[in-house]
């Protein structure tokens, strides 16, 4: 049995993230089919997961300030990987892709520094049971490795997905670590969040030990370095 201890808590920062629209597949709140097509390219396994409807997305509009929000993208993607986790082993379950998008403004802060620290520590909580979380920001156009052009996100988002440990390793060259551990990743239904603390701020101190190196400060919150998957 899979365990989620956050949802056994009260949560002071529950109201930062507005939720807009339950898990769609063909959201209406957002304009999504364009770049959805566009992406098809890049990502091999999309195409075939939105044939068969297991590309959804959850809408949020953050409300709150920037450390309640990042409270709140970090619930919300333990919530999307719980959810995912028992799917991943059903049947074309590797095709199941959640998103994470986050709409609204947090005044002097990017979406980018928002999304950063829940990113970082879901992915290290959730990589090692076969769980991979990306990170795209609206507006932004950005490469592969390999130079290809990677169509600019209309919203910034957070992918939940079955990791594939042939190829999601490659994404992480910056955290060896991570990538050995997802290289093997198999799921044997531990509740990943049993050892970490529950205060945000103390789970953000907690995954400081997995950084590279010292993250730089700013007035408004803490950067750490970017490892993302085309999808």
């Known amino acids: 049995m899979i365990l989620t201890r956050i949802d056994g808590a009260s949560r002071p920062t529950a109201g930062a993230l507005r939720l807009v629209e339950a898990g769609s597949t063909r959201p209406r709140s957002i304009n999504i089919a364009g770049y959805v097509q566009e992406m098809t390219a890049l990502c091999p396994y999309l195409a075939p997961s939105l044939g068969q409807g297991g590309t959804s997305w959850t809408v949020y ?4 300030s920037a ?21 991943i082993h059903r049947p074309q379950g590797f095709l199941r892709c959640e998103n ?4 609204g403004e947090v005044p002097g802060v990017r979406h980018r520094d928002l999304m950063a620290w829940p990113h970082w520590v879901l992915k290290h909580l959730y990589g090692p ?3 991979m979380f990306g990170k795209f920001y609206a507006g932004e156009d950005e490469r592969t490795r390999a130079g290809a052009r990677i169509p600019a996100a209309p919203v910034s988002f957070l992918p939940v997905r079955a990791a594939v440990r042939r ?3 490659a994404f992480l060259h ?11 990743a198999k799921d044997d239904g531990r509740d990943v969040l049993e050892h970490i603390p529950y205060d945000w701020q103390e789970i953000r101190t907690w995954a400081k030990r997995f ?6 400060a700013s007035s408004k ?5 970017p490892s993302r998957p085309a999808c």
């Open 67 to 87: 450390q309640e929000v990042e409270a709140e993208l970090f619930h919300a993607g333990v919530q999307a990987a719980e959810w995912l986790r028992p799917l």
């Open 129 to 131: 049971v076969g769980v």
């Open 221 to 225: 919150t803490t950067s750490v370095s």
């Open 211 to 216: 950084l590279p190196m010292k993250p730089s």
């Open 61 to 64: 509009r953050a409300e709150g």
């Open 100 to 103: 994470i998008v986050v709409l």
């Open 167 to 169: 190829r999601d390793p």
């Open 174 to 184: 910056a955290t060896p670590s991570l990538a050995a551990a997802l290289a093997v």
